[in-house]
Every structure is written in structure tokens, then in C-alpha cells.
């Protein structure tokens, strides 16, 4: 069903990239040939849960619960997107590795220790969301085997933050089980990961 949809083209962020300014929306049931807008989380609308790389992850972790998300913006003190923080990187083997190697307890190990750097965090320009349907979407997280997908929109010479999907929210608002294979990451960031 999901074959004939084309994942969107997706990009590296470069330094400097910034988050768009919140208001509210309200989710709707969709289908695959939804605009893919209904199922985007619009920064411009809604406020992201962010996190600072220098922070523990049982702050992190606990922020996410409170605020019923699995996917937090790391931010440096000028608000520039330094990676996400996922639910699987915290609950992941990641931390533990990390404590083990290099003797810490877990409540000793940061978020920018486990984080995903903004580099490597898949992302699609808004340009093209625009003219997307959720189907476009779905294999797009798919075919990067990850939760989350950023949206970034480009003006003026600069870059930002300015929605995101989740494959849990999209399935939510689908009424249906979206299967996302972790192993559809590269083997270069999967060869990183083991490191």
C-alpha cells in the first residue's frame, strides 16, 4: 500500500539553524493522500520541549514525561538546534554504554553525550511539505528507519526549525500501525552508533 509513495528529499542542517515561534492546532484524522501539513507538528503554532546538551537525561527524560513527548530539541543558550533527544536514545542501550565506558554513574551522563547531532538528524525543507500528501511522509520515515523527521524552512539566507512528524502522532491521527525498521539507517551511522 505504502510502495507507491516517494520519501521526500531530505537534507543535513548546517550550524546556525534556529526554531520557529509556536501557536496552537489541533490534530484531525487524516488519510495517506492528507496534505501532509495536517499531520505536522507547526512550530510556528505549538511550542517545542527542548532540552540543554548540558543537562542529565533523568532531567530530560523526566521533561518528556511530563510533557507526554519522545522527542526533544537540543538547544545551545543562543536557542541554535545543537541534535535531538529521543525516547530511544534515553531508553535505548546508548546511555549505559556510555556510563560504562567511561565510568559514570547514569545520572552522571548528559544529553549531549547520547544526543543525535544536528548533522545526522534527517530533515525535509517545508517547500516541499507544502506540495506532499502524509503518504509522502510515511515512507519517507520509513525509508530513514527513525520516529522523527524535522522540517526546516529556508528565507532570507537562513534556516530554521520549522515543524516536525512523528510517526506516532501520524499513525494516531491514521488509525493505523505505521512499521518503522530501525535498520534502514545507513551503515555509516549505524557502525557510529556501535562505537
Known sequence: MLSSWKPLRRFHLTPGTTIDAPDEEAARQVTLDSPAIEVMTDLKRVRPVTANPDESLVAAEARMIRRGVRLLLVLDPAGTLMGILTANDILGEKPMRFAHENHLKREEVLVRHVMTPFARVDTVLFDEVVHAKVGNVVATL??????????????????????????????????????????????????SELR
Open 142 to 191: 520509513q525509508e530513514c528507519g527513525r520516529h522523527h523527521l524535522l522540517v526546516a524552512e529556508q528565507r532570507d539566507g537562513r534556516v530554521s526549525i520549522r515543524g516536525i512528524f512523528s510517526a506516532t502522532q501520524i499513525a494516531r491521527q491514521l488509525g493505523m500501525e505505521i512499521a518503522i525498521d530501525p535498520r534502514a539507517q545507513t551503515f555509516a551511522e549505524i557502525e
